[in-house]
């Protein structure tokens, strides 16, 4: 249910019934936690001067699959209706962002 109020010359006032969806704060929150936690594995890397050993590696690859959870929590979120798409379309876009990221490091740590 959406109302328009509008006095005089001023600038239309909207009440609406959307709200933010908790899914979507979750992958947002999810996203940037995932940002936080690559930027602390590159400074730990570089500190280590590359030689990190195996430990890194495996967190790297928990942050990977956090940030497809999140991906995949913000993509169910575009299907549902009345709902802010605020959050949901920064969950994906950064979750996006971190997935290529960490693709892009491994396949070139492969060759």
Do not use: W
Not at 6 to 11: A, L, P, T
Not at 46 to 75: D, P
Not at 78 to 101: F, H, Q, R, W
């Amino acid at each position: 249910m959406r109302i328009n109020i509008r006095i005089g010359k001023r600038r239309k006032i909207q009440f609406t019934d959307k709200k933010h969806p908790f899914i979507g704060i979750v992958s947002m929150l999810i996203a940037v936690l995932s940002l936080v936690f690559i930027i602390a594995l590159f400074v730990c890397s570089s500190m280590e001067k590359g030689q990190g050993g195996i430990h890194y590696g495996y967190l790297g690859i928990l942050n990977l699959v956090l940030s497809v959870v999140g991906f995949v929590l913000s993509l169910r979120c575009y299907k549902k209706e009345d709902i802010y798409m605020t959050c949901p379309a920064i969950g994906s876009v950064l979750n996006g962002i971190i997935i290529i990221l960490y693709l892009i490091l491994y396949f070139q740590g492969a060759l």
